[in-house]
């Protein structure tokens, strides 16, 4: 069964989007197996995006994120990675098209509302980084 690490950012969970984006996920027939509330540690963060250490945004990326709880989740379900991702919208919410998650609610890259694994390799990366193997249904 294929897997995706889906997180509702800080800005999506103050602006009361996590319903919507579990109804969302839960609407297209996908099955959540995992989920949690924190406010995650730089250390955790630096290791989620270490793709992007050295880049201009990091420091703000991991400022944002780490600035308030946000919701973690694990999604089963067939294409679940690719079809996240279309869910999602492009990364930057300007090329989003109506009807994404970020295409109906966000207006800039830096606030960009949600998190969705780009591969199943990095799917398998991040879910490991972010649940224990007992918090996995
Ligand atoms: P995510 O990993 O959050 O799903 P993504 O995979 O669509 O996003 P990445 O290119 O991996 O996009 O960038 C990770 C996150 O870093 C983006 O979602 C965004 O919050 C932030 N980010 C990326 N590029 C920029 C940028 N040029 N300016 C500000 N923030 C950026």
């Known amino acids: 069964h294929e897997r995706s690490f889906i997180m509702v950012k800080p ?3 103050q602006r009361g989007l996590v319903g919507e984006i579990i109804k969302r996920f839960e609407q297209r027939g996908f099955k959540l197996v995992a989920m949690k ?3 995650p540690q730089r ?3 630096e290791q989620h995006y270490e793709e992007h250490k050295g880049k201009k945004f990091f420091d703000p990326l991991l400022s944002y994120i ?4 946000v919701v973690a989740m694990v999604w089963e ?3 679940v990675v690719s079809v996240g991702r279309k869910m999602l ?3 930057d ?3 989003s098209e109506p009807g994404t998650i970020r295409g109906d609610y966000a207006i800039v890259t830096g606030r960009n509302i949600a998190h969705g694994s780009d591969s199943d390799k990095s799917a398998k990366r991040e879910i490991d980084l972010w649940f224990r193997a007992d918090e996995l249904a």
């Open 37 to 39: 509330m924190v406010t």
């Open 11 to 13: 800005d999506g969970v």
């Open 77 to 79: 379900g067939l294409n």
């Open 89 to 91: 919208g492009a990364t």
């Open 93 to 95: 919410p300007a090329k």
């Open 43 to 45: 250390a955790l963060l």
């Open 66 to 69: 780490g600035s308030g709880p």
